[in-house]
């Protein structure tokens, strides 16, 4: 009989990820807004074309204007405490409306794809869901991921590996108590589908995601050793869950690999970011090829969750 051995991670209390800002480097995030304005302005220009026969009404400027005046004298002496011309602004609203329904406008509003922020990415300062998924999806291009898959059609073809898929989605709609994911098993057990269908949920969700191979973000250390540019580091710390796919395939640099990869585990334990980690190796074989600190990390019973999925049919094993 086969079981899932690790524990479930909490779900009562509140999401970590609700209180991240959006720190992603400057460019991905001028992407991602440049996106939401094209939207805007689609929208209102296609709002102003519908809009442009009533504009063009000599009745609508005139109703308008004289109802903008009347809400602005009215608005002046409620301030004083004065008496409002109130049936006045009603009427004038009345007109207006019925004018609308003239050329069947009344409820007519911009067609935002995003109600809650209009299409401004923003939402009381803080980044709306809107911008936070076009930031996943450009550092999901990034990646070299070419797509994602859903958790509903996947577990229905999931086989034995059902259990894994059914605690990884409780994991994404969870609070990130356990804040390290570690996927191992041998080639072509599913690790990476599995980890297409996180990325997808959390996406979803409004989190900030980013998938990286452990051989780019070698070769991104192997750059930051030269240049010191913060940037190369960053974009792994950042994200609110870091997805590293294959650790163990990279080639070890001397005083790169180790350190910064210590450092990126290090950086986000710290911050409670939540990191999954595919492999083909088991633990044993990260604490030989790595080094105990960075294996302590991913062991870590307290904040870490380790699946260790075998054989041909996808089996969990303890």
């Known amino acids: ?25 400057n460019d991905v995030t001028e992407k991602a807004l440049q996106v939401l304005t094209e939207r805007r302005r689609s929208a209102e220009q296609e709002y102003e074309e519908r809009m442009q026969p009533l504009y063009c009404d000599p009745r609508f400027a005139t109703l308008n204007a004289a109802y903008t005046q009347i ?16 049936q006045t602004e009603r009427d004038l609203k009345n007109d207006l409306d019925n004018l609308k329904k003239e050329y069947g406008v009344q409820d007519l ?19 709306c869901i809107c911008l936070k998924k076009e ?41 990130f108590k356990k804040d390290l994911i570690l996927l191992s098993g041998p080639t072509g057990i599913g690790k990476t589908h599995l980890v297409r269908c996180m990325a997808n949920e959390l996406i979803q969700r409004g989190c900030v995601i980013k998938i990286a191979t452990a051989y780019r973000m070698n070769q991104d250390f192997r750059e930051f050793s030269k240049t010191q540019k913060e940037d190369l580091l960053n974009r792994y710390t950042t994200p609110q869950v870091l997805f590293i796919d294959d650790l163990g395939t990279e080639p070890a640099y001397k005083n790169v690999t180790l350190e910064n990869f210590y450092l990126i585990l290090n950086e986000r334990k710290m911050r409670k970011l939540p990191t999954v980690i595919t492999t083909n190796l088991d633990l044993a074989d990260i604490l030989e090829r790595y080094d105990e600190r960075i294996s302590s990390r991913i062991a870590d019973r307290e904040t870490s969750i380790t699946l260790l999925l075998s054989g041909t049919d996808k089996r969990l094993k303890k």
């Open 1 to 25: 009989m086969n079981e899932v051995v690790v524990k479930r991670p909490d779900d009562d209390s509140e999401y970590g990820w609700k209180k991240l800002r959006c720190e992603m480097r």
């Open 71 to 86: 809400m602005i004298e009215n608005a002046r002496k409620e301030a004083y405490g004065h008496k409002q011309f109130e």
């Open 109 to 127: 509003e911009p067609n935002y794809s995003c109600k809650m922020c209009r299409d401004r990415g923003y939402v009381d300062g803080e980044p």
């Open 135 to 175: 930031i996943s999806k450009i550092l999901l291009a990034e990646s070299g991921f070419d797509k994602l898959e859903d958790f509903a059609s996947s577990k229905a073809t999931s086989g034995e590996l059902a259990p894994a898929y059914e605690l990884m989605q409780k994991w994404c709609q969870s609070n």
